[in-house]
């Protein structure tokens, strides 16, 4: 299964002073999956999201990207550089920067310092990032400051960014977070765009935006995992209206 | 050196024991003509004298034997009177000899000195040895036997023996058959004796036993024998000393690490809780120390009867002055620039050159005098260990402000918040704690402690506008070393540097051991970036 | 590829501080030289000196900027590699002096015939020979940047811990250049020097030669760092100060990032000691003063960080500020001092050039212009075309 599999957990744990924030955690992504995990506050969603991403060691337990490259021995820059790429909940992006320079630093490209100290913009990466502007829908703002942003365009520019990289594998942490509905709707319809070429972790609270998505669910909580299956079936099980849902 | 002040030590133990012996008025006057009598003819009859004086046994007669001694005693030319002469100015302050009375001042043209030779001297010094060796009281005898070891007196060897035999006190007895073994090491005695001696000295093992002991082993006449076991009770001392060194390491350890302790103590605080780096609290703590001296100054002036008291008023002024001066700049500077940490401490550079310039201003550039109340002077002995005693205050009073301020920090409210926002900022202003309120009056705890570390550190350290310096480097260290946020981290981190401090010194020098102890803590970072004692989880990365 | 590299350095901006720069670099020493003492535009050498001071100052003030500004790493240690730059330069100088010291020993500098030492220690060789001591200029604080920069960025130290972390590094230098034992000159540093590559140091022309070289080496570091700081690597820096953990999730290693910025920062430091040091006549142990290295900070502050004019402004106001201060009001200084460290952080957070850019900004005239970056950033707001 781990020779098959784009993202293989296996019985990962992580504890903080004593709080395991991932208890024996197994979890299966194949390639070419969008996967939505939900849970309630505290049940590992983000901590799992920092396992993958290079930001915390898990305590025991096997990570493995592609079958065969162990995550919990790379650091970040090796992971991103590896084609796992990130959204944050909350979007950060460089606010000092104009969008322009924001899709240009995440560009796929040498990420060496001396590469980038003489690096010059090729016509073709000119036209990657136009293609981005568009697609995000950003192409009149190109030369404002990320900070000037409102909060969806941010959104939005932080996927662009993910995009740029040009990952094997997108990790989203709440994407829909304070977005309009009709903004959350797009949002569905681009995640499912890019679906088409790679593969995507989502995480969100918002069940319609779920809905909208219409694919395998996991529920987490606790640190591992509750129940999987289509959103209808977790939406009946017993005890993930227990624990998230509510009666 | 040591000698001299031995014999001051004797002395005023005779004088102790003479105002229990003055009742006995008769007594003192049965003496008197024999006291008298030291000043007939010349050394031969003076030496006589003496004699006489010994075989009276009564140590009455010990201060006018000392004063004869070191050249103080003098015939009144009026009354043909035995006096001692102390210097007064161009005169000579008189005493009595038998009863200690004070008979006025004279110029010294009315007196003449009875001289004295080095032979009278050493006759002097057995004949006190004797007396003072049969005294009534165990610690005069403590301290004649004590005498007696450090002058290695070859004549008192029958006296010794003497009083060997007629001794009761079992401590006192070892002291006497240790001189008695140093005088044995040093005349003419059968080997095994001496080898007996030596193991008498070996049992001592300090440094006056080892000095003797080297002097035998050195000595090329010394037959085999007594060499092996002077060197095997050589051997046997170094290793005793060398492990009361460690100890003495140790203390000076202790010593640093508490000073450490009181200075990183409220930064640690401060730290902690908000995350700002105070670069004037060493100020703070130079605020305090001159709080002391203010302390000191008035009641130099106005109640010089309370100069004893003068550091138990000074804390809590310290206290409270540096604890508002503290509030005073986290509402003024500090609060505007939460978030920026690298900012607040430019900022609060500014404020200590601020702070420092006007002490400077005020006070002026140069040291000013801080005193020690007399409970902080001077030092004891342990075992082979000194001690002084404002370093020993020091350390209790460092481990007491510890102890208060956890009490502070685990048992009230206040503590309850500080500890909550130290975890969780948002969520203990969410909860409906008044962050800035918590905020403020952290920093004035943290700077207020500074200001007691200020009194603390006026009486081991030069009271002036630099003091604070010094300390902020070092408290730093402490704090990143023990890991933030955790006020057993400090302790740790505190002795800890302290101690490793001591132990690198002798070896590296005082600069040598602090840049390897700075070079230290720069690689210990790599390995544990938040220190000894880290809080762990995702509050700490927010 | 490098053609293009140093062609983004320059616009008009730039060219406009360049030419001012340029000015001052041909004036002072031309009213120096070539009028009379008694000419009322004539510049007195000690004059020139002082200036010369500024310019290295400057440089090291831009060097400071070069990672507080552009990378967020606030050093408060960049004094020991301005002072290690400066022992290099003394080193040579010192045995420049050759058989004219006190004591007449061809070799040996006078402290350590005092200090009865028999030969000269292995550092010392090879300081006869300008280039070379030249090289460790460079090398020296950009060896000990890079060493430090290794282990501190590598384990992520970052914040005020790596700005205390730095200034115990100076501390530790001050304390381990004020002994004897060190082999250069203990308590009393380097001085009496007496000619630098054959010219006497006291002489007018050389004076004005120092200043010019000030001013050159002011003029390429700092085209140096702008080309730095506008290119894609510049980009990163700045990233890397905003949101570092986000740049490592686009696959950039910080650590590498900012370990090149600082190495490449303490060598202009070092190269500021080195000018800095013929123009004073001496150095010694308390140029590794911690209080000195913060005051570059707030040079670097007060002109405003993140910009490049900003820093070079800063010093030369500041210092020129502090002499004044120190002959008129010598005990005002500090005050004056610490004062402008608080306003600066509370009231200045972008400095004089963000202020000047704030007014700017409100005027009628310059509404159009308002797009330009508020925030501290590289001043580029588009790739050019």
């Known amino acids: 299964m781990r020779q098959s599999s784009l993202l293989y957990f296996d019985g990962v744990s992580v504890s903080f002073d004593g709080f395991r924030a991932l208890n024996s955690l197994s979890l299966v992504i194949e390639p070419g999956e969008m996967r939505a995990i939900i849970g309630p506050n505290g049940a590992g969603k983000t901590t799992m999201m920092d396992v993958i991403t290079g930001k915390t060691r898990p305590d025991s337990g096997e990570v493995f990207f592609g079958g065969a490259t162990d995550l919990t021995r790379m650091d970040e820059a090796a992971i991103a550089e590896l084609g796992i790429g990130r959204k944050f909940q909350k979007p950060t992006v460089f606010e000092s920067h104009t969008v322009w320079d924001n899709l240009e630093l995440a560009l796929k490209a040498p990420r060496g310092p001396f590469s980038t100290l003489f690096h010059v913009l090729r016509p073709a990466e000119r036209a990657r990032i136009e293609d981005l502007l568009e697609l995000i829908r950003l192409g009149s703002r190109r030369d404002d400051l990320a900070a000037n942003l409102s909060h969806g365009q941010k959104q939005w520019l932080e996927i662009g960014m993910l995009l740029a990289q040009e990952p094997q594998l997108l990790l989203v942490d709440e994407p829909a977070a304070g977005m309009t509905d009709a903004e959350t709707a797009e949002t569905a319809d681009l995640l499912r765009d890019i679906n088409k070429t790679r593969s995507v972790v989502v995480v969100e609270h918002d069940m319609t935006f779920i809905r909208a998505l219409g694919v395998k669910v996991t529920v987490l909580h606790e640190g591992s995992v509750l129940a999987e299956g289509s959103i209808d079936h977790v939406s009946s099980d017993e005890r993930v209206v227990e624990v998230y849902l509510g009666r | ?542 | 590829m490098i053609t293009s590299f140093l062609v983004r350095a320059f616009d008009r901006q730039a060219a406009l501080f360049l030419a001012i720069l340029g000015l001052v670099i041909v004036a002072v020493p031309a009213l120096n030289l070539l009028l009379p003492p008694d000419h009322p535009l004539h510049v007195p050498t000690y004059a020139v000196s002082l200036m010369g001071k500024y310019l290295t100052y400057a440089l090291l003030a831009l060097s400071v900027d070069l990672v507080w500004g552009y990378c967020g790493i606030l050093s408060l240690g960049h004094g020991a590699f301005f002072a290690l730059g400066g022992y290099a330069m003394g080193m040579y100088l010192m045995r420049q002096i050759g058989p004219r010291g006190v004591y007449g020993d061809p070799v040996l500098p006078d402290f350590m015939v005092f200090l009865n030492w028999k030969e000269l220690p292995w550092y010392w060789t090879g300081f006869d020979m300008f280039p070379y001591a030249l090289m460790m200029v460079l090398l020296v604080p950009g060896v000990l940047a890079f060493i430090f920069g290794w282990f501190a960025f590598r384990s992520r130290v970052s914040g005020v811990y790596l700005s205390i972390i730095t200034q115990a590094l100076t501390y530790a230098l001050l304390l381990a250049f004020f002994r004897n034992d060190m082999g250069f000159g203990g308590n009393n540093g380097l001085t009496d020097f007496k000619d630098i590559l054959g010219f006497p140091v006291q002489a007018d022309g050389t004076r004005a030669a120092l200043f010019v070289a000030s001013g050159l080496a002011l003029v390429l570091c700092f085209l140096l760092a702008r080309s730095v700081t506008r290119s894609k690597l510049g980009k990163v820096l700045v990233a890397v100060r905003d949101a570092e953990s986000r740049t490592r999730f686009l696959g950039y290693r910080v650590e590498h990032y900012k370990l090149f910025v600082w190495t490449l920062s303490a060598m202009m430091a070092g190269l500021a000691g080195a000018l800095y040091v013929p123009q004073v006549g001496i150095i010694n142990p308390g140029e590794f003063e911690p209080a000195n290295s913060i005051e570059a900070v707030i040079w670097v502050a007060v002109g405003g960080r993140g910009t490049l004019f900003g820093p070079i402004f800063g010093a030369v106001l500041v210092n020129y500020g502090k002499t004044w201060f120190t002959a008129v009001l010598p005990e005002v200084w500090l005050f004056a001092l610490g004062a402008l460290f608080v306003v600066v952080t509370l009231f200045l957070p972008k400095g004089l050039v963000g202020l000047a850019a704030m007014v700017r900004a409100r005027l009628p005239r310059h509404r159009t212009l308002k797009s330009e970056p508020a925030t501290p950033s590289t001043g580029e707001p588009q790739p050019a075309e």
């Open chain 2, 1 to 542: 050196m040591s000698l001299k002040n031995l014999m001051i030590c004797l002395l005023a133990l005779v004088m102790g024991c003479m105002v229990q012996t003055t009742g006995h008025a008769e007594g003192v006057e049965v003496l008197r003509p024999l006291v008298n009598a030291l000043a007939k003819g010349g050394f031969k009859e003076t030496e006589a004298q003496v004699g006489a004086l010994a075989a009276t046994a009564n140590p009455a007669v010990a201060p006018a034997l000392e004063a004869l001694s070191n050249g103080d005693l003098y015939e009144r030319k009026s009354d043909k009177l035995v006096v001692i002469g102390t210097k007064a100015g161009a005169d000579l302050a008189l005493t009595d000899p038998l009863t200690g009375e004070a008979l006025g001042t004279t110029s010294p043209a009315a007196l003449t000195k009875i001289k004295v030779n080095n032979g009278l001297r050493r006759t002097i010094r057995s004949a006190l040895g004797g007396l003072t060796l049969m005294a009534p009281d165990p610690q005069v005898r403590m301290a004649a036997a004590g005498a007696m070891f450090k002058s290695v007196d070859v004549e008192g060897l029958a006296l010794l023996d003497a009083a060997i035999a007629a001794e009761t006190d079992a401590r006192v007895l070892t002291v006497m058959q240790e001189a008695r073994a140093a005088v044995l090491l040093a005349v003419d005695a059968p080997e095994t004796t001496k080898i007996e001696a030596v193991r008498v000295l070996a049992g001592r093992g300090d440094r006056d036993a080892l000095s003797i002991l080297t002097g035998v082993a050195g000595n090329a006449g010394t037959p085999v024998a007594l060499r092996d076991a002077a060197t095997r009770a050589i051997t046997g001392i170094n290793q005793n000393l060398a492990l009361w060194d460690v100890g003495q390491n140790v203390w000076y350890g202790i010593s640093l690490g508490s000073v450490l302790l009181l200075a990183a103590i409220g930064l640690a605080i401060t730290f902690g809780v908000m995350g700002v780096i105070n670069m004037a609290h060493g100020e703070m703590v130079m605020i305090g120390a001159y709080v002391t001296f203010m302390v000191q100054e008035v009641i130099r002036t106005t109640a010089p009867g309370l100069f004893g008291g003068s550091l138990a008023i000074a804390l809590p002024l310290a206290f409270l002055v540096t604890a508002l001066i503290g509030i005073a700049i986290e509402r003024g500077i500090i609060r505007f620039l939460y978030g920026r940490p690298l900012e607040t401490l430019l900022a609060t550079w500014g404020l200590s050159l601020i702070l420092q310039q006007a002490v400077r201003s005020i006070f002026g550039p140069t040291n000013r005098e801080v005193g020690n109340p007399d409970w902080m002077s001077g030092a004891f002995q342990l075992g082979e260990m000194t001690i002084t005693y404002n370093r020993l205050w020091i350390v209790v009073f460092s481990l007491l402000v510890f102890a208060g301020l956890m009490l502070v920090l685990k048992k009230t409210p206040f503590g309850l918040y500080t500890r909550a926002v130290t975890q969780n900022r948002r969520m203990a202003a969410s909860m409906g704690i008044r962050t800035p309120w918590i905020d403020a009056l952290t920093f004035g705890l943290g700077s207020g402690i500074a200001g007691i570390a200020g009194v603390a550190l006026s009486q081991i350290d030069n009271v002036s506008p630099n003091l604070g310096q010094g300390y902020i480097i070092d408290s730093f260290m402490v704090v990143v070393f023990g890991g933030v946020g955790n006020l057993w981290g400090t302790l740790v981190g505190a002795l800890t540097l302290g101690v490793v401090n001591k132990f690198l010194e002798p070896y590296a020098g005082a600069v040598l051991a602090k840049i390897l102890m700075l070079v230290f803590i720069i690689l210990f970072i790599q390995k544990r970036p938040r220190g000894l004692f880290a809080l762990k989880g995702r509050a700490v990365e927010a």
